[in-house]
């Protein structure tokens, strides 16, 4: 979560290049935040899930 919270900084920092960053800012972010969150909660659900199934 720290990289990607680094990175929605740097991104927020180009704000002059949008053309409605009131806008494009608080929905961008929001939309970073869940998609991370969203991959965070498959990569440990997929970890639960190897435990218990595993290939081999």
């Known amino acids: 979560m720290l990289a990607t919270s680094v990175r929605l900084m740097a ?3 180009r704000s002059g290049d949008l053309a ?8 961008g972010t929001i939309l970073a935040v869940l ?15 190897s435990v218990f199934f595993p290939l081999s």
Not at 35 to 40: I, K, Q, R, Y
């Open 11 to 13: 991104g927020s920092n």
């Open 35 to 49: 998609v991370t969150s969203v991959v965070c909660i498959l990569f440990c659900f997929s970890n639960f899930l």
């Open 20 to 27: 409605n960053p009131q806008f494009s800012i608080p929905v």
